[in-house]
């Protein structure tokens, strides 16, 4: 059995290898994403002037400027209020062409907008696939999580790829635990690292001791990438076996291709309107934080959080409120913390595997368990090479070694 399990592992480490690299080394980064961002783009997060906090009204107003001043464009994501001297960072998307039926072609996705002015002070294509300045920390973050893999129809092949990758992750983790204590005499050798012992060893102690040390958070951050991935068709079906899951309020909707956006037959300010009537009598004790609007599935979703908390930090995330985009009316709530145990199952995957449920602390944790997921990565790769190259060497020597045959001889 031993021998079977350590095959499996080797051949899952290296399907798996080069992609968990990746995600480790750039999920060590993105944990921060927002703060290296504004410290290598400053034009999209701070004001040129100082300029005063704005509210949910301020922000809707210039929504409107920005789509009056370029009317191919909808405003898709509207923080509701900033903090001081900080920019409007606004999503858009491509309205429809009435001349075609198609989206307008736009070169960028994001705007950051002066909330005194309403200028535009800075704008990019975010998840571009490009390592400038601007757009490298989009970039690596969309890296992190679908290797910028094109769709196909509305099938998203990279999130699927590494949806995939991480049900193997999850798979070798368990048999990477098993072969790791070969037997109870010396289990604590498992645990071990031989740093005088050469490249060799020490090597092979990272690999084997270092993700025993590991093993725990690894597996936390296995899980919870195939859920963030593969939510809707693998994590939530299977823990609606063992639990009830509320309703999902946007389930049913039909997608459309993102050339053929849904346009919203009801405005922002009556959305926002109905929303803080709903969250006052739910007791939501943080304000309106933002607003979106979901262009393919054509729904509104209103968020309740302060302007430093967009991210949830220090918790299971932000209450949403959902609408119809059509007519407005209410579809439903996310509201972490409530529902059933296979809802705040599902609620913890993203604060956990960012680490954000424990605030900053937590984000170090996940920032030092990437580096060590890329580690892993490379030792086993080493390990891997180190033993073929034995086994050649063996080889050789034993061909070396046979006796020549008559026909040889001749």
């Known amino acids: 059995m031993r021998r079977i399990l350590t095959t499996l592992h080797r051949v899952l480490g290296l399907i798996t290898a080069g992609f968990l690299f990746i995600a480790g080394a750039t999920g060590a980064l993105i944990a921060w994403d927002h703060e290296l961002d504004g410290l290598l783009n400053p034009r999209f997060y701070h004001t040129a002037q100082p300029s005063p906090p704005i509210d949910a009204q301020r922000a809707l107003a210039l929504a409107d400027q920005v789509e009056q001043r370029n009317p191919r464009l909808q405003v898709t994501y509207l923080p509701l209020s900033t903090e001081q001297d900080h920019t409007l960072l606004m999503g858009v998307g491509a309205k429809l062409d009435p001349a075609t039926g198609r989206a307008y072609e736009l070169d960028f996705n994001q705007l950051a907008v002066d909330p005194v002015t309403g200028?535009?002070?800075?704008?990019?294509?975010?998840?571009?696939?490009?390592?400038?300045?601007?757009?490298?920390?989009?970039?690596?973050?969309?890296?992190?999580?679908?290797?910028?893999?094109?769709?196909?129809?509305?099938?998203?092949?990279?999130?699927?790829?590494?949806?995939?990758?991480?049900?193997?992750?999850?798979?070798?983790?368990?048999?990477?635990?098993?072969?790791?204590?070969?037997?109870?005499?010396?289990?604590?050798?498992?645990?071990?690292?031989?740093?005088?012992?050469?490249?060799?060893?020490?090597?092979?102690?990272?690999?084997?001791?270092?993700?025993?040390?590991?093993?725990?958070?690894?597996?936390?951050?296995?899980?919870?990438?195939?859920?963030?991935?593969?939510?809707?068709?693998?994590?939530?079906?299977?823990?609606?076996?063992?639990?009830?899951?509320?309703?999902?309020?946007?389930?049913?909707m039909q997608l459309s291709p993102e050339d053929q956006p849904h346009t919203p037959g009801v405005s922002r300010a009556d959305v926002l309107a109905r929303a803080l009537k709903d969250g006052a009598a739910r007791g939501f004790d943080a304000p309106v934080g933002g607003m979106f609007f979901a262009r393919q599935a054509g729904f509104y979703s209103v968020g309740f959080f302060e302007p430093q908390n967009s991210h949830g930090d220090g918790g299971l995330g932000n209450p949403y409120l959902s609408y119809d985009g059509k007519d407005g009316h209410f579809l439903g709530a996310e509201v972490p913390g409530e529902g059933s145990a296979g809802d705040l199952f599902l609620a913890l995957q993203f604060p956990l595997h960012s680490g954000r449920i424990a605030g900053v602390a937590g984000r170090i944790v996940v920032t030092l368990l990437g580096l060590g997921v890329a580690m892993l990565s490379v030792t086993g790769l080493v390990i891997w090479a180190q033993r073929r190259r034995r086994a050649r060497a063996r080889q050789a020597d034993e061909v070396s070694d046979a006796p020549l045959t008559p026909a040889t001889e001749a």
């Open 119 to 252: 200028e535009t002070q800075a704008q990019r294509e975010w998840g571009s696939v490009s390592l400038s300045r601007e757009n490298i920390l989009p970039f690596l973050y969309k890296l992190h999580y679908s290797l910028h893999l094109p769709d196909i129809g509305m099938f998203s092949l990279g999130l699927w790829v590494m949806g995939i990758i991480a049900i193997g992750w999850v798979l070798d983790s368990v048999i990477a635990l098993c072969i790791s204590f070969p037997s109870r005499r010396v289990w604590k050798n498992s645990f071990r690292f031989r740093f005088n012992s050469g490249a060799t060893r020490m090597n092979f102690d990272l690999h084997r001791s270092g993700g025993v040390w590991l093993w725990p958070l690894i597996l936390v951050l296995a899980i919870t990438a195939v859920s963030m991935n593969l939510k809707d068709s693998v994590m939530a079906p299977v823990v609606s076996v063992f639990s009830t899951l509320s309703p999902d309020p946007h389930e049913g």
